[in-house]
């Protein structure tokens, strides 16, 4: 069974009603709302030597009241992910992609066999977007 | 009639409450912010879902809170950032700023927060330190922004980088991020 770690502090918000369109697919998924909830996971999966894929925004605290000055932290995220055996990170932010190009440049060379992929947030509406962020977890298309 | 006179106590309350405590807006905003982004999740997509949907996503903004800790300013300083990236996005879709979404509405959570801020700090001994100059942080954005130091060696100098230079808003409010954020710690 597919296990999906989504690190995000809008997954038990605003974006709640997406995990049903990756739970749909059989996927396990476990949220975080913060950086270091979310290692806490990608640690237990590198342990067990989990295949598994994150979907993540690129703006995250790091706890509560820290990461004020750590802009880019999902990129930091997405890099321990990758170390720990993900093959699959998706990010999920408003962060324009022009922004963090050269960080996801980076990722890509040190992880050529991972599938790393940008979505923005402002446009998770549009017609087929959801079904690609989930293909893109490995989840198979559709929605 | 009695009914009528409850209701509009009631109402009257509800005001008298919302100015006293305005986070009771955000506390009925935001959930019903989750339920109108549920019902756009789930329905088909259509150019109207879609802005609505990035309306709903630039929502959370808090001009008028009145609640303040340090530890509530850097979770707002963080979220704010995400803001005005969502902010900008919309920008960048409509070539202009739609009413109410340009980085001024960050700009006025911020000198909300900083303005509480600033009630609660007093003078104390160990922070009696002498100010550090303007044209120090200037000196430093210059610099980031492509200037050669070695031709920013006086104030005229930064004053002629800058007129041709002038540093934008979201620039401004990096700055303002970074004064919030070593403040935050003398309200704690």
């Known amino acids: 069974m597919s296990q999906v770690l989504w690190a995000d502090d809008d997954s038990i918000g605003l974006l709640r009603s997406l995990s049903r369109f990756i739970e749909r697919k059989g996927a396990v998924l476990t949220r975080a709302i913060n950086y270091d909830d979310a290692i806490i996971h990608i640690r237990q999966y590198?342990?067990?030597?989990?295949?598994?894929?994150?979907?993540?925004?690129?703006?995250?605290?790091?706890?509560?009241?820290?990461?004020?000055?750590?802009p880019y932290l999902g990129i930091d995220l997405a890099r321990e992910a990758l170390n720990a055996g993900a093959t699959r990170v998706s990010f999920l932010s408003v962060v324009p992609e022009t922004e963090i190009a050269s960080d996801l440049n980076r990722l890509v060379e040190a992880h050529p066999k991972a599938s790393i992929r940008y979505f923005h947030k402002a446009t998770l509406l549009e017609v087929n977007r959801i079904a690609e962020i989930v293909t893109a977890l490995g989840l198979g298309g559709g929605s | 009639m009695i009914w009528v006179i409850a209701v509009l106590l009631i109402f009257l309350l509800f005001l008298i409450l919302r100015f006293v405590q305005p986070e009771l807006i955000y506390a009925f905003k935001q959930p019903l912010a989750e339920v109108g982004m549920n019902r756009l999740l789930l329905?088909?997509?259509?150019?109207?879902?879609?802005?609505r949907f990035r309306a709903l996503l630039i929502s959370d903004l808090r001009q008028e809170t009145r609640f303040v800790s340090g530890v509530h300013v850097r979770d707002r300083l963080i979220k704010n950032r995400e803001l005005l990236r969502g902010l900008e996005s919309v920008r960048l879709e409509d070539s202009t700023y739609p009413s109410g979404r340009s980085p001024t509405v960050c700009l006025n959570e911020l000198a909300n927060l900083l303005g509480l801020i600033s009630f609660?700090?007093?003078?104390?001994?160990?922070?009696?330190?002498?100010?550090?100059?303007?044209?120090?942080?200037?000196?430093?954005?210059?610099?980031?922004?492509?200037?050669?130091?070695?031709?920013?060696?006086?104030?005229?100098?930064?004053?002629?980088?800058?007129?041709?230079?002038?540093?934008?808003?979201?620039?401004?409010?990096?700055?303002?991020?970074?004064?919030?954020?070593?403040?935050?710690?003398?309200?704690?």
């Open chain 2, 43 to 51: 329905s088909p997509p259509s150019r109207k879902a879609s802005e």
């Open chain 1, 46 to 70: 590198g342990l067990v030597r989990a295949d598994f894929a994150l979907l993540a925004d690129i703006i995250l605290p790091i706890s509560e009241g820290r990461g004020a000055l750590s």
């Open chain 2, 120 to 188: 609660r700090i007093r003078p104390s001994g160990p922070y009696d330190e002498s100010p550090v100059e303007a044209a120090k942080f200037l000196h430093t954005i210059a610099v980031c922004n492509g200037a050669d130091p070695s031709g920013l060696s006086g104030i005229s100098d930064l004053e002629i980088w800058f007129q041709s230079h002038p540093i934008t808003i979201e620039q401004a409010i990096e700055l303002i991020y970074a004064a919030m954020y070593a403040l935050s710690y003398r309200i704690e």
